[in-house]
């Protein structure tokens, strides 16, 4: 498979020059567009390496000086989820991203960076994820603490419960499931983000006291009746969260609260 410039990457024959088109926009309210760098090849890069190399040296392929891109980094051990971006048009992080994989999926030497589409661009590749969060506020995404005092042992929980919700646990709010969701625009559904977070704070013995709660909130104009069952987002979460099945077993509890909760007031 050959790049557009009809150059055939091989990890026995790497090329010398590594090309990265990169999606700009000097702010908010500017018009999109493309800069293409060039930075010599080297083993063992990441796309933050390759950004950083760039920043250095912002100018482009033709020449052209130009502003170093923007973009978010923390962790840089795919744990915070603030690098995510979309690389060759796939979602993912950007610290995780290697270049030696990325070349031989794409068979060329040229790498394409955007920012996600689905959360306000701030300029280039960084975005506004505040939406997800102020989902998670709208969910409850927490468990209330009555005090700070010595409580005692908690509650014995299954291991099977532990499993599972310890999957759950595992998100990093990088915003993957909802790049990918077909369904998922700020304001017409929560996204499955929020949804895993509801199956694992109303799977805690003491995050249950704010289980109705939540389960009002999935059942608001923009909540989980909204999923359309794509699958998308299990598909890309880089930690391999359940979060079909969060749907599932959140969607039936929904269902017997809508028909049943009333009972209870």
Avoid at 119 to 134: A, I
Wanted: with cysteine; hydrophobic share 30%; proline share 6%.
């Amino acid at each position: 498979m050959s790049s557009k410039n009809g150059t055939k990457v091989r990890l026995d024959a790497p090329p010398d020059k590594l090309r990265v088109r990169i999606r700009r926009r000097e702010k908010t309210d500017s018009p999109q567009y493309d800069e293409v760098f060039e930075i010599p090849y080297r083993r063992n890069l990441n796309v933050i390496s390759v950004l950083m190399d760039i920043r250095k040296n912002p100018v482009t392929a033709d020449g052209k000086e130009t502003t170093p891109p923007v973009w978010d980094m923390n962790c840089l051990e795919q744990v915070c989820g603030i690098c995510t971006m979309v690389i060759n048009g796939r979602v993912r992080q950007s610290c995780s991203a290697l270049i030696d994989d990325l070349l031989v999926e794409s068979g060329g030497n040229e790498i394409r960076l955007e920012p996600m589409s689905k959360f306000p661009n701030v300029r280039d590749l960084k975005v506004d994820r505040s939406p997800m969060f102020d989902h998670l506020k709208k969910v409850h995404a927490w468990v209330e603490l009555d005090g700070y005092h010595d409580l005692g042992a908690g509650p014995h929980t299954s291991q099977s419960m532990q499993a599972e919700r310890y999957a759950y646990s595992r998100c990093m709010t990088c915003g993957c499931c909802l790049e990918a969701c077909p369904q998922y625009f700020e304001d017409n559904y929560i996204g499955p983000q929020a949804i895993g977070q509801v199956r694992l704070f109303n799977m805690h013995p003491t995050g249950q006291m704010d289980r109705e709660e939540r389960l009002d909130a999935m059942m608001d104009d923009d909540g989980i009746a909204n999923c359309g069952n794509s699958q998308n987002c299990v598909q890309v979460c880089p930690m391999n969260i359940p979060l079909t099945r969060a749907i599932y077993e959140t969607n039936r509890e929904v269902t017997v609260h809508g028909l049943f909760g009333w009972l209870k007031k």
